[in-house]
């Protein structure tokens, strides 16, 4: 989770993996910390092991399931080829860090992680969660969907006819999980009742 706006994506992500008995690799930057408790009546503590804990409580997951990896954990297996998972999801993505998975920066772990996985060709899911985009934007965008990512923004659709936040947040959510191949019931297919 980057400092994007849009939390509730981030959260509700790992809600699901959880529920899906995935185990979960969790890297949460400064700024999506401080997203986290504006957007959210939740407060996520900065120490990996309290975190941990906290999450663990809330989506009710198995000891071992999530995992959280401060952003200079260097020594994690999201660091290395030889450890990286096969699929990974930024969520929200901010268009900084976006800017620094298309370049390479890999001054952070969350950016060492996409790096990773860009490099070992497995799949890389960035959700930004900005409007405008500025060509700048679109050109990373561009860069990173020709290196294999997929560009998957958080623009909820209305076919469903939602009627609350949670149904735009659970759209979005929902097509992640399928990118992923997990299924969800919180969205039908397009044609399904």
């Known amino acids: ?9 981030g959260l509700r992500l790992l809600e699901c993996l959880v529920k899906a008995g995935c185990t979960v690799y969790l890297m949460v930057s400064k700024a999506a910390l401080l997203v986290v408790a504006t ?6 503590p900065a120490q990996p092991k309290k975190m941990v804990d906290l999450l663990s409580k809330r989506f009710d997951a198995r000891e071992g399931q999530i995992k959280v990896f401060s952003k200079e954990d260097w020594t994690s297996p999201v660091a290395s080829g030889s450890g990286a998972p096969g699929q990974m999801v930024v969520c929200p993505c901010s268009t900084g ?4 998975i298309a370049v390479g920066a890999c001054d952070n772990l969350i950016e060492r992680a996409a790096d990773v996985v860009l490099k070992e060709k497995n799949q890389l899911i960035l959700v ?4 405008p985009f500025s060509t700048v934007h679109l050109q990373n965008m561009l860069t990173l969907s020709r ?3 997929t560009i998957l923004p958080a623009s ?3 076919y469903h006819w939602p009627k609350t936040i949670e149904d735009m947040v659970d759209f ?7 990118h992923l191949d997990i299924e969800q019931d919180m969205v039908s297919k397009w044609g399904e009742d």
């Open 147 to 149: 290196m294999g990512a």
């Open 39 to 44: 957007e959210t009546d939740f407060k996520l």
């Open 172 to 178: 979005v959510v929902a097509r992640i999980l399928s």
């Open 156 to 158: 909820p659709g209305f």
């Open 1 to 9: 989770m980057t400092g994007a706006s849009g939390a509730q994506y």
């Open 97 to 100: 860090t976006l800017s620094s």
């Open 128 to 131: 930004p969660r900005e409007t």
